[in-house]
């Protein structure tokens, strides 16, 4: 089964940018489904996107972050980044990259992962 590990993260002004990674391993992230979710203190994990990667890489995003922030792949370093521009206070957090072999339309749905990073903060001050 995969391993997800973070890097990235941290500090940034309203209106800065900052990149996530999620490096894989155990498994290849092509035979994924890949996601970042976020949560704010004890609220439930809010979804950001998933992107298809064993399936011709699709994407969707969660409207509050369309065409700020988007999802990629890198095969070759089997990591997922999440790169982040125009942050807002609302985008403070602890996001989580998610992997799932199959996970179909129910892709919003924290509890229907199977496989989670342990996490890092993202802090959006104004």
């Known amino acids: 089964q995969v391993q997800l590990r973070h890097s990235g993260g941290g500090r940034v002004q309203a209106g800065g940018s900052l990149r996530l990674s999620c490096v894989a391993s155990?498994?290849?992230?092509?035979?994924?489904?890949m996601a970042w979710f976020r949560q704010v203190l004890e609220k439930e994990r809010e979804f950001v996107v998933v992107?298809?990667?064993?399936?011709?890489?699709?994407?969707e995003y969660t409207d509050s972050v369309k065409g700020r922030f988007t999802i990629s792949g890198d095969n070759a370093k089997n990591t997922v980044y999440l790169q982040m521009n125009s942050l807002k206070p609302e985008d403070t957090g602890r996001y989580y990259c998610?992997?799932?072999?199959?996970?179909?339309?129910?892709?919003?749905?924290?509890?229907?992962?199977?496989?989670w990073g342990q996490g890092t903060e993202v802090i959006v001050s104004s």
């Open positions: 998610a992997a799932d072999p199959g996970i179909g339309s129910a892709f919003a749905d924290p509890f229907e992962w199977h496989f």
């Open positions: 992107a298809v990667l064993r399936n011709g890489g699709a994407t």
């Open positions: 155990g498994e290849l992230i092509s035979k994924y489904d």
